[in-house]
């Protein structure tokens, strides 16, 4: 199962709907590319920025992200030319039904690479393009 950055930091910090991905992901080789490396933090900083989060719970938050990828927990794909080419080539296909944006065209075409399917996510540009796209997504229905 590949996860999109927004769904790891579900995994890190308390959100709505963490609880529901914490028990669906639980036991499941989960796959993510080295854009996450940047976008975890990112939003873990953001988080902290807007009072959401503490200093503290957000290095504890990349602690635990870089303790999963360490221990084989999370598997990180490189991303190479091939993937920026295969992203491109989404982004084109996508076009004009959806707006998919750059970053997540580079997830699709990580996802697709590594066949690491489902896609999990609950942006609703990156699912509309996985189902143009025939890429299976998770949750099926989004929870409430």
């Known amino acids: 199962m590949y996860l999109d950055s927004a769904i790891i930091v579900k995994l890190l910090v308390t959100e709505p709907d963490s609880t529901f991905f914490q028990n669906a992901l639980m036991g499941e080789l989960l796959w993510t ?30 602690n635990l992200f870089d303790n999963r990828v360490a ?12 993937i920026y080419t295969r992203a491109r080539f989404l982004l084109e296909t ?6 998919l944006r750059s970053l ?31 890429i299976p997504v998770f949750p099926e229905s989004l929870p409430s």
């Open 33 to 62: 590319s080295e854009l996450s490396i940047t976008e975890v933090a990112s939003a873990l900083v953001s988080k902290e920025r807007q009072n959401l989060i503490t200093d503290s719970m957000r290095r504890g938050a990349l």
């Open 71 to 82: 221990s084989g927990q999370m598997l990180i794909l490189p991303i190479d030319n091939k």
């Open 94 to 99: 996508c076009h004009p039904d959806i707006a």
């Open 104 to 134: 997540d065209a580079i997830h699709l075409a990580a996802c697709n690479q590594a066949s690491a399917f489902p896609l999990c996510a609950t942006d609703s540009r990156m699912r509309a393009a996985a189902t143009k796209l025939h």
